[in-house]
């Protein structure tokens, strides 16, 4: 309540601040919602849409979270949202895991007239996180600092991407968010208050919540300990004097007689029992259900998963962050720079300033112990966790400290900055394709990485629609290399006679078929084989070749983009040799 009052009493004397953070939370939303579910499903939407649909129809096989191998709380959620939609997905019940081909014909109907309402969790969960980010730079930061730290979250392109897809990482980023914001206040807090256990047991408690959806976060569950009893650092000296007293090894013996501060010693053991209750919860309370689950998942999903190796992927994930700037943050990068710097060498730090340094360094261990599994798939997404120390760590540029620009220039500069930022920022995001827009001075350097960023969004969903308008009843097609998910919505049956194709041709040959043997030897139903979808992109070394041999009968557009090329087998056209 206390923060809440001190907010009304902040807004209300800072209009301008109070207008710039509602419209950049707004527009962040409205770009977040807009266009709704225009991606549709993709490859790995359809592993965790059986994940989630197979916790609503028990008796189970198995524990269902054996069927994503993912921990599942995020699952749950996105699957409350499908079965609200009323269809059937009771086929899900007949589902392999770490197999997907037969998925299609089992649920694939059901979940695209389903779509909007299994995106619905995602997309909400996406605007949480950014409430909560909003709230925690109004908190944490001083008003110019929050506008920039709330502006980044909400308009970083890797940021909207995995908000609108159907994937549990805004699900995961708003539990971290909430765990982070409430693991300050209580950090920050006068020492054995009852304010400060309510908030180190709800950050505690967020933190079960995040492991739970996904197991990367369980490096929070190391992190928010350990800066308890940093807080309490003279309590677990008196802790290990009277220990070693009474084994006799003579540590910290001045502080043997002390006496033991229960209330400290009763709040952590809530808060780390919320956290051990919030992640077991959705496993069932069953610890056999994690390491089975974990197993399976480092040894067949994930063998990297497990791994740890020391490597430079911090300065890497600084690298796919700056290719997600725009001009504007990629400045106030290299201040961020050096405020790091200052406050590393500072003697005298203040509790904000180790707290950010405190999450810089859990960054920087887990991207160089783990780094391969938090950026060798799909880039910056799964390092965001662990970003909001170097995040306020830039806002602080914007900060009435000594080295923030508030001491040296005219504050009307920054909010003039600001407002430059937060305009072309939102305007930016909204109008790029599917609102992906790299860093305009990597452009200058990296042609290759602006023309590939944010490929292969919508392909599936785009590639149905447009085969819809084409096809015949009597007429197939194969997905190429788009994903399988287009079976989904167009002709599901005819994703296991493919995989049955493609498997057999593998155990025969060694390969897979080519675009050409594919029209001798598949048929679905009696179908021959009419289109064949290729990504424009595709680097495939057979399609490949087809793609530089002939020219494509059309061509899929996605939000102005050529992105997929369809082959019309029967009226092949060879492209000229100039």
């Not at 695209?112 to 995106?119: L, S």
């Not at 506008?147 to 897809?165: N, Q």
């Not at 959705?282 to 610890?287: S, Y």
């Amino acid at each position: 309540m206390e923060y809440a009052r001190k907010a009304v009493d902040f807004a209300r004397s800072n209009k301008l601040f109070l207008i710039l953070m509602l419209f950049i939370v707004a527009s962040g939303i409205f770009i977040r919602f807009s266009h709704y579910a225009l991606e549709g499903y993709d490859e790995d939407s359809t592993n965790v849409l059986a994940g989630a649909t197979y916790w609503y129809y028990p008796p189970y096989r198995m524990f269902p979270g054996m069927i994503y191998q993912e921990p599942p709380l995020g699952d749950i959620i996105i699957g409350a949202g499908c079965i609200a939609s009323g269809e059937d997905f009771s086929g899900v019940r007949q589902v392999t895991p770490l197999f997907g081909p037969d998925r299609a014909v089992l649920f694939g109907p059901a979940a695209a007239r389903a779509e909007g309402y299994c995106f619905f969790p995602v997309y909400l969960f996406g605007a949480i996180f950014l409430v909560v980010i909003a709230i925690m730079g109004a908190i944490m930061l001083n008003r110019y600092s929050a506008v920039f730290f709330t502006a980044f979250f909400a308009y970083l392109p890797e940021i909207i991407k995995w908000s609108r897809l159907m994937h549990v990482d805004s699900i995961l980023w708003a539990f971290v968010a909430l765990g982070i914001l409430f693991l300050w206040i209580g950090y920050s807090s006068e020492l054995n208050t009852k304010r400060e256990r309510v908030y180190f047991t709800l950050s505690f408690l967020f933190f079960g919540m995040a492991g739970a959806t996904k197991y990367t976060a369980g490096a929070y569950f190391v992190f928010a300990p350990l800066l308890f009893i940093e807080k309490y650092k003279p309590e677990l000296k008196i802790y290990i004097g009277k220990l070693s007293h009474y084994l006799g090894l003579g540590i910290f013996p001045e502080f043997a007689k002390e006496q033991i501060n229960v209330r400290a010693l009763k709040t952590f053991l809530i808060s780390i029992g919320a956290m051990i209750m919030a992640f077991l919860a959705p496993f069932k309370f069953n610890p056999k259900n994690i390491i089975e689950m974990y197993a399976v998942f480092t040894t067949q999903n994930r063998p990297d998963a497990g791994a740890m190796q020391f490597s430079w992927n911090f300065f890497k994930g600084i690298y796919y962050l700056f290719v997600n700037m725009n001009v504007f943050e990629s400045i106030v990068l290299l201040l961020g720079v050096f405020i790091l710097i200052i406050i590393v060498f500072k003697k005298n730090k203040d509790k904000l300033e180790k707290f950010i340094l405190y999450l810089i360094a859990l960054q920087f261990i887990c991207m160089t112990l783990v780094g391969d599994l938090l950026l060798g798939l799909g880039g910056l997404f799964r390092s965001i966790p662990f970003m909001f120390g170097f995040v306020l760590l830039m806002a602080l540029a914007f900060s009435d400290r000594p080295y923030g620009l508030a001491q040296k220039i005219n504050t009307k500069y920054i909010y003039a900055f600001l407002i430059l930022f937060v305009i072309f920022s939102a305007v930016t995001a909204y109008n790029a394709p599917f609102f992906q827009r790299p860093n305009d001075l990597i452009c200058m350097f990296s042609k290759e990485t602006c023309e590939s960023f944010g490929e292969g969004l919508g392909q599936a969903k785009a590639s149905a629609e447009y085969l819809k308008t084409i096809i015949k009843d009597n007429e197939t097609f194969l997905y190429g290399d788009v994903s399988t998910a287009v079976y989904y919505y167009l002709r599901p049956e005819t994703s296991v006679d493919t995989w049955n194709l493609i498997a057999a041709f593998l155990q025969q040959t060694g390969r897979r078929p080519t675009p050409e043997e594919y029209v001798y030897y598949f048929s679905q139903a009696g179908r021959p084989l009419r289109y064949m979808l290729i990504r424009k992109n595709s680097e495939e070394t057979p399609k490949e070749e087809f793609k530089k041999k002939y020219s494509p009968n059309y061509i899929i557009s996605i939000a102005g983009i050529e992105s997929v090329y369809v082959y019309d087998m029967y009226n092949l056209t060879m492209k000229t040799i100039s």
